[in-house]
């Protein structure tokens, strides 16, 4: 549809950016810091940095927030390390580790930049895993300890707070991800029996929000692709209904509607990976009422009906934003229609459209952003400057969308692209840049880590003061 005129953008529209703690603060074994599956990990894709220097956001925290009032941000949504606070998950506070998250926290406000919490991302106490993960209850008690605990200390100066960030993709690509150490259908039904333990933690941490913190405002993070079918061809339809209730709606359903998705668990009882589900566990889950849904998107998914055979299996890529088929499931294709970044990532702004209208029509719950971003081999000028027109073009024509989506009646809280400032991607390391603020350090070479904003930074300042009205620049 198209509108003879466009909706402003609300006065307190969350115009942020957005960062995870094992990607970006460093000091991984610092002040008492516990170690997580991604501190663990040793096989990284071949040429890439580890996690441990990463942009060294904990030591310069300050000078980083600093820079984000500069730009102007109005939200900046950030991880918190359970290993900080906890550092083998379930046992001692680590007061050092509760210190530094204030000190993080206030300098967000001091800048006038509402925080926005992310409990849980990816970086799992390693301790736990050893015990089974998320498929051990004692995960699930310590996760909800852990959000005890930052509602206590931190529940007076954050109002917004994100549960699990992607937990389709801790999922879907759980032994990249850290998920799983099993092999074959013993890691599916691991993965699954994991995820169910997640839902269960994630909506006890809700309830425990809203009795705690009544003026919070909580929800969860999936990592939302919408699906379009290959071709008119119903068969190709089904294969997209299929693959949208496995990959997205088994997740936000959950979330939002506290029960399984009917196709997502024909699905799950098809191939034997269903989870055990134990006596209460689906009242404990319809219990759980999420204010808001966050989400991060970065492109839409095309698949095809499937053959039946080993052609279903091509895939695009091997990371979690690229589409991969499944044996009598649906077969992953390209989109002829869009064009792709050097990462062979399809680009589709229109799509970020239909998915803030899939979400909206399905829950009617108000949208948050939490990820959106252009990976790419950013290179200093000789003016010193970064002058990524590149990401420019890909978030004005985002944000385009949005404005779209507003207009076609979606309730948008904000917008909070990935990311505030450089940090280590995970499948290309530290070459893959998305930050506003450039970090100058190369793959293995530190440097001096200093920062300086890039071209983009500015443009999005722009966009701020002018409530979206200035996005040409």
């Known amino acids: 549809m198209h509108y003879a005129q466009l909706p402003a953008f609300p006065e307190d529209f969350l115009w942020g950016a957005s960062t995870s703690a094992y990607q970006v603060e460093g000091a991984w074994d610092a002040d008492g810091k516990g170690p997580s599956v991604q501190d663990v990990r040793t096989h990284f894709p071949e040429g890439t940095t580890d996690f441990k220097v990463a942009a060294d956001h904990y030591h310069h925290v300050e000078e980083d927030v600093a820079l984000m009032g500069e730009i102007g941000l109005k939200a900046y949504r950030f991880s918190i390390a359970w290993t900080r606070i906890v550092p083998d998950g379930d046992g001692e506070e680590n007061a050092a580790g509760i210190a530094f998250y204030h000190r993080l926290i206030d300098a967000v406000i001091a800048q006038g930049i509402t925080p926005i919490i992310t409990m849980y991302h990816f970086d799992l106490p390693q301790a736990l895993a050893e015990r089974g993960g998320w498929a051990n209850q004692a995960t699930i008690d310590a996760f909800v300890r852990f959000a005890e605990i930052l509602y206590r200390e931190y529940g007076s100066k954050v109002r917004y707070w994100l549960t699990i960030n992607e937990q389709n993709m801790l999922i879907m690509y759980g032994k990249m991800l850290g998920t799983t150490t099993l092999e074959g259908d013993a890691a599916q039904r691991d993965l699954y029996q994991q995820n169910h333990g997640m839902f269960l933690a994630q909506a006890r941490a809700m309830i425990r929000c809203h009795e705690l913190l009544p003026e919070a405002k909580i929800g969860p993070a999936p990592n939302v692709a919408y699906v379009y079918p290959a071709s008119c061809a119903p068969e190709d339809v089904v294969a997209a209904d299929d693959w949208n209730a496995v990959r997205n709606w088994l997740y936000t359903d959950l979330a939002a509607r ?216």
């Not at 269903?274 to 204010?291: R, S, T, V, Y």
Request: charge should be negative; include cysteine; charged fraction near 25%.
């Open 258 to 473: 506290g029960e399984y998705n009917s196709l997502a668990w024909a699905y799950l009882v098809e191939k034997g990976w269903a989870p055990a589900i134990a006596e209460g566990d689906m009242e404990i889950l319809a219990a759980a009422k999420p204010d808001f849904i966050a989400f991060n998107y970065y492109a839409t998914q095309t698949v095809a009906a499937p053959s039946g055979d080993a052609s279903d299996l091509r895939a695009r890529g091997e990371d979690q934003q690229m589409v991969r088929g499944e044996v009598g499931v649906y077969k992953a294709v390209d989109n002829p229609n869009l064009p792709k970044n050097a990462f062979g990532w399809e680009i589709d702004p229109v799509g970020f459209r239909t998915t803030f209208r899939a979400l909206w029509d399905r829950y009617r719950l108000p949208l948050l952003v939490t990820e959106n971003g252009l990976g790419a081999f950013d290179e200093l000028g000789e003016d010193g400057m970064v002058h990524d027109d590149y990401r420019i073009d890909y978030l004005q024509r985002h944000i385009e969308q949005i404005r779209l989506a507003l207009a076609d009646g979606v309730d948008v809280l904000g917008y909070c692209p990935w990311s505030a400032i450089d940090l280590i991607s995970t499948h290309q390391g530290f070459s893959k840049r998305y930050g506003f603020i450039h970090v100058d350090r190369d793959e293995f070479d530190l440097k001096d880590l200093a920062r300086s904003r890039k071209k983009s930074s500015y443009w999005y300042q722009e966009v701020i003061e002018s409530r979206g009205a200035r996005l040409d620049g």
